[in-house]
């Protein structure tokens, strides 16, 4: 297995432009997660997902980030329109439900100016 | 919020010395797991302890567990250059087993 992989790895927008990051989970895993690192803020979860259902959302810093996962080996997360404030690594993560690890993706370096 | 609070922030050792590093988290968990990332990369899941369990093993890796104190520590033995890295401490609370993050503590190995 490739693991997760998410694209892109890097990306540089303008302010107001939409951004959107992909992730393709570990074959097999029903738990999808995203999480977004800053040096201010550490590691923090923004949504997941079990069985390709959003159960906890409580983490979108607002309106402007949405997450969809249409089938079992796809999600997505959008930002729309983009911030500078919203500069940060995104990772994606997988796992089996229950007393398991994640398997997180290489993230997506995202840089708004 | 934080959950999990790993001490040191940071840690310097000198190759095969023995690194320790410690975790304590707020609320009952379902487990604790620690993880490794390296620089610019994704984090890797290292070891997991079950909240009834109090030690385990992994190669160059013990966990040990305290639910009565809340704490956790990760000892890695004999320690590599190559173990240079930010390591977390992630504890799974609630029916969902939700795995929020500490902030990490940096460790640096010098061949």
Not at chain 1, 86 to 98: I, K, M, N, R, T
Not at chain 2, 4 to 32: F, H, R, V, W
Not at chain 2, 62 to 79: C, F, G, H, P
Request: glycine fraction near 8%; aromatic fraction near 8%.
């Amino acid at each position: 297995d490739a693991g997760v992989i998410q694209s892109p790895r890097h990306e540089v927008t303008e302010m107001g432009q939409e951004v959107t990051l992909r992730c393709k989970p570990i074959s097999g895993h029903n738990s999808l997660f995203w999480y977004r690192q800053t040096m201010m803020r550490g590691l923090e979860l923004l949504i997941y997902f079990n069985n390709n259902v959003p159960i906890d959302d409580s983490g979108m810093p607002e309106d402007r980030f949405s997450a969809k996962m249409p089938n079992a080996s796809f999600s997505t997360l959008k930002i729309q329109p983009s911030e500078p404030r919203d500069s940060a690594v995104y990772f994606c993560a997988s796992s089996l439900a229950g007393d398991y690890g994640y398997t997180f993706g290489s993230g997506t370096r995202l840089t708004v100016v | 919020s934080q959950q999990g609070e790993e001490d040191p922030q940071a840690l310097s050792i000198q190759e095969g010395e023995n690194a320790t590093m410690n975790c304590s988290y707020k609320t009952s968990i379902n487990n604790l797991q620690w993880y490794r990332q390296n620089s610019g990369r994704g984090l890797v899941h290292l070891i997991l302890i079950r909240s009834n369990e109090r030690e385990k093993h992994s190669g160059r890796l013990r966990v040990t567990l305290d639910t009565s104190k809340k704490s956790s520590s990760l000892l890695i033995t004999a320690s590599r250059a190559a173990d240079t890295a930010s390591y977390f401490c992630a504890t799974a609370t609630g029916a969902n087993s939700k795995l929020t993050f500490g902030k990490g503590i940096t460790l640096s190995v010098r061949p």
